[in-house]
């Protein structure tokens, strides 16, 4: 098992300014990944870890499963800090028990990310993320740094005209929230 805590800023952007920042990240920064993942989200009926601020998911990348709890800590001008403990897993399921808990988990859906990972300076990644989940596609980037780099963030920021202003939802309250929103009654499949 692996303990991980992490420091970043998101922001959701307009279509425009997503493909503006990644094509001038592309010519002036390292692209250190580029990848297609897959997030298999799990909660209880009533959603009680999104509650909690909470994440249990698995995550794909080509072969390889991840099964991760993160808890999303605190939130404030698109700041977001979590612990998040992950480890490898063989097969994705319909249900999982996971930390000794006694709650069994489901599975609510996927999202899909197309992820590009640019690094700015020592301890500090960029990552562009496309994302689409139940008919929604929408452009998210996040600044992923450790705390000394803080300041250098700050700068990169307005470098890049980022405004700290609302606080927005992680990907799995995002596709949550949309789950609830659907009404299954309108669906007709014709067969």
Request: a positive charge; charged letters at 30%.
């Amino acid at each position: 098992m692996n303990l991980q805590n992490e420091l970043e800023y998101k922001f959701l952007l307009t279509k425009n300014d997503f493909m503006w920042l990644s094509l001038y990240a592309e010519k002036k920064f390292p692209l250190v990944s580029d990848c297609v993942q897959v997030n298999y989200y799990y909660d209880t009926k009533d959603c009680k870890y999104n509650k909690q601020n909470e994440t249990i998911r698995i995550r794909q990348i080509g072969k390889s499963l991840i099964l991760q709890y993160k808890k999303h800590n605190k939130s404030q001008n698109n700041l977001c800090k979590s612990e998040e403990i992950s480890q490898d897993i063989n097969i994705v399921s319909l249900k999982i028990s996971f930390l000794n808990s006694k709650d069994i988990v489901s599975l609510k859906g996927e999202l899909i990310t197309e992820r590009k990972v640019y690094s700015f300076a020592k301890g500090i990644n960029i990552a562009f993320d496309i994302n689409y989940y139940l008919g929604v596609c929408d452009y998210e980037l996040e600044i992923e740094f450790e705390y000394s780099e803080k300041e250098t963030v700050t700068q990169l920021m307005k470098k890049l005209s980022l405004k700290s202003t609302r606080p927005i939802d992680n990907k799995s309250t995002r596709f949550l929230k949309r789950l609830n929103r659907l009404d299954y009654s309108e669906i007709k499949c014709n067969f």
